[in-house]
DNA sequence: CTGAAAGCGCTTACAG
DNA sequence: CTGAAAGCGCTTACAG
C-alpha cells in the first residue's frame, strides 16, 4: 500500500467553492452538468476549478452513490496475440462508454486467477470479464454470480449453467477448414495441437464432422495434441510427419500453432502451399504477413472482445433481462498456406 | 456510469463485529493484522466475517487513508507482442507487490493518451507506467510530475527532463547486429523499418556506427523506413530488393519488422539464412519459431517490465530520492535467419 | 479491548 | 442558487 507523498491536501469541491464564491451544492451540480446551474454561474465555477487544479474524486463520488465504472479484465495468456487483440477490442469498447479496465492476467493459474478475482471485488469493480484458465471449475460462475457481480464469460465456456458469454462456433470452424482443404483434394489431414478442453473438443468436433461428411475415418495417428502454443504447433508437426500414410495437410488448433508448423516445415524444407497446406484458427492480424500467409478461419478477436465489453455494458444497464450470447461467426479467410 | 444492481445493503465491518459481539474498531484492526487483538478474538473475527460475506471495501480504507495500490499502465501498441510482453512483465510484478493495474491502451493517440491519464488520475491512481504514443510532447513529463502522480516512463524516452526510465540501449543493440553481419562478411546491409523517434534515432545510430568502424559508408538507399510492423517490414524489403548494388542482408528496426522481411523473403522465394541475412530487435518469445527462426537483439521484453514496475514500486516507496533508469543489455541471439 | 467521534471527498434531498 | 446535514465504508486517535 504506497501512500500518496502529497505534501499539500488535496483541492476538493470546497476550495472550488470557495474561490468562486458560490457553494459546494452549486459546485458539485456544475460538475454533473445540471441544468440547475445557469450557464453563466457553471462556466465560472469550471473556469476556477481549472486554474485552481482541481480534480474530480471519482472514487469518493463512486463511494457515495454506491456505483463504480471500472470493470475487471481476466486474461488467462497475452502471450498468445489472439488474446492481445481480444484485450484491445474489450478496452477500446470500455473507454467508449466511459468506463476503465482493471486489467489481471492469470497465465492459465487458477489460482492466481481467485485471488484476482478477490482482489477486483474488493476494488468495486463493477462487473468482470473472464476468460478462464485452463481448468476453472464450472463453479466459478455461480460464485461470481452470487457476489452480485455481472460476469462475461469469453472464449472458453464454463458448463452448462445460465450466463452471459461471447465465444465463436469453433466447430463450425475447423469444419469449414477441413472441407476446405478435402474440396482441395487432400485426404490425409493431420489435427495439430490443442488439449483437452471446451473448445479443444469442439473444434475437433468439426475436423470430425468434415471427414465423415466426405465419408473418410480419420485416423486417430493424425491427432497431434501438444500445447496451444509455437513450439506445441512445432513439436506437433513433427510428431505428425512420423505418421504413415503421411499426411499432405493439417487443420491447427489455433493460428500460434499453425505459425510453430510453418517453422518446422520450413526446417525440412518442405514448401508450405505446394507440398503441404496448413490451415490456422483464430484470424490474427499476423497471419497475413507469416512465411507464407496463413490460410485461416476467421473469427475476428477485436470484434469478439468488443461483444464481450458490449455484453457486460448491456448487463449493467439491464441487470435482470435474459442472459446474452455472442458467437462469431466463422469466416474462410485464404491465403498462401493453404 | 453503472449503478451496482445491489438489492440488499452492502455488508460492512459493522455488520461484523455486530454479528461477532465486538466493536467496529476490534474489526478494522483485525482485518490489518493488528497485535492489539489477541489470536483468539482475531480468528472469531475473521470466521464470521467470512460467514456472513464480509468483503472488505478497499475503496473506502484507501479514501480514508489517501492512499491508493493501484497502478496506471499506458501502453501504445498491444498489437506488438513486445509491449503485450512488456505488460505482462509489468503486471506480474506489481501483483507479487500487492498493487492492481489500471490498463488503457492508446493505439498512439496523443489525444486518447491524454484523456486516459486524466482518468486515471481522477480514479487516483498511485502513479502511472507510460509507454507514450509516437508525437507525444516531452512537456508530458513535467505536467504529470505537478500532478504530484509518480511516472514511470517506458521504451521510448521522452525528452532530456528527469524523470524514471525503463529502456534498452539501443544503439549498443543494432550496433552489435550489424557487426554480426559484417563479421559473417556481408558489405551491403540495409536498415529496415521504423520511422523518426529517439528509439529508431538510437537504432540507425548504431546500425551506422558498425558500418563506420568496418570503414564503410551507408549507402542511403539501403535506409527503408516503414511503419514498424509487419506489413511496414514486408514492404520495406521490397524496396531494398530495388537497390543496386543488391543488399545481401538487413537489420531491422524491430522484431515484428522482420517478421514481415521474412514474408516478403518467402514469397520470393530467396532463402533466409543461405541467399538472405535478417537481424531483429527486441528477442520477442515468438522468434524461436518464425519461419526460419529468427537472430535477434534480445533486450527481454518481459524483465524490461519488470524493471518498469520495481522502478514505479521504488519510487512510491522513496518518493524523493535520485531519479531511477534501468537500461536493458542487449543480448545477441543467433539462430537460423543470420 | 470498547465506543464515540472526526474525517477522507463527494452527492443528495431539503428548507430557505 | 445557498447552506446545513446526513451518509457511502473505512481508519485513527483517544478516553475509558
Known amino acids: 500500500m504506497a501512500k500518496s507523498a502529497a505534501p499539500r491536501k488535496n483541492t476538493t469541491i470546497l476550495d472550488v467553492a ?5 457553494s459546494k451544492s452549486t459546485v458539485s451540480l456544475v460538475l ?25 474524486n471519482r472514487r469518493a463520488a ?36 466511459g468506463f476503465i479496465t482493471l486489467m489481471a492476467h492469470t497465465n492459465e493459474s487458477v489460482e492466481l486467477q481467485t485471488k ?17 484458465a485452463l481448468g476453472t471449475p464450472a463453479t466459478l460462475v455461480k460464485e461470481v454470480q452470487a457476489w452480485g457481480l455481472p460476469l462475461v464469460v469469453m472464449v472458453r465456456s464454463l458448463g452448462k449453467g445460465s450466463y452471459d458469454y461471447a465465444g465463436s462456433d469453433n466447430a463450425l470452424g475447423t469444419f469449414m477448414a477441413t472441407n476446405h ?5 487432400h485426404r490425409c489431414i493431420g489435427f495439430l ?53 503421411r499426411a499432405t495437410a493439417a487443420v491447427c488448433y489455433n493460428d500460434i500453432t499453425a505459425f510453430g508448423a510453418l517453422a518446422a516445415l520450413g526446417e525440412r524444407g518442405i514448401a ?23 490460410s485461416t478461419v476467421d473469427i475476428r478477436p477485436g470484434a469478439l472482445g468488443e461483444a464481450a465489453a458490449s455484453l457486460m455494458l448491456e448487463r449493467l444497464s439491464r441487470p435482470d433481462t435474459a442472459r446474452l450470447r455472442y458467437l462469431a461467426t466463422p469466416k474462410l479467410l485464404l491465403r498462401a498456406s493453404a
Open 272 to 294: 508450405v502451399g505446394r507440398d503441404f497446406a496448413i490451415m490456422g484458427f483464430d484470424g490474427l492480424l499476423d497471419t497475413a504477413h507469416s512465411n507464407p500467409p496463413l
Open 32 to 56: 454533473k452538468g445540471s441544468p440547475l446551474i445557469k450557464e453563466e454561474t457553471a462556466a465560472k465555477v469550471r473556469e476556477v476549478a481549472a486554474h485552481i487544479g482541481y480534480v474530480y
Open 62 to 97: 463512486e463511494m457515495r452513490n454506491q456505483s463504480s465504472n471500472v470493470i475487471g479484465v481476466v486474461i488467462n495468456d497475452l502471450m498468445n496475440p489472439f488474446f492481445a487483440e481480444v484485450l484491445v477490442g474489450i478496452e477500446r469498447k470500455l473507454v467508449e462508454a
Open 181 to 185: 482443404l478435402l474440396e482441395k483434394g
Open 116 to 132: 484476482l478475482m478477490h482482489s477486483m471485488r474488493e476494488h468495486s469493480a463493477a462487473g468482470i470479464i473472464l476468460c478462464p
Open 193 to 245: 495441437g490443442g488439449q483437452s478442453g471446451a473448445v479443444f473438443n469442439d473444434r475437433l468436433e468439426g475436423y470430425r464432422a468434415a471427414m465423415k461428411k466426405h465419408r473418410l475415418k480419420a485416423n486417430p495417428d493424425l491427432l497431434c495434441n501438444a500445447l496451444p502454443t509455437r513450439q506445441g504447433g512445432y513439436d506437433a508437426l513433427q510428431r505428425l510427419l512420423d505418421v504413415e500414410p
Open 18 to 22: 470557495s474561490a468562486a464564491g458560490v
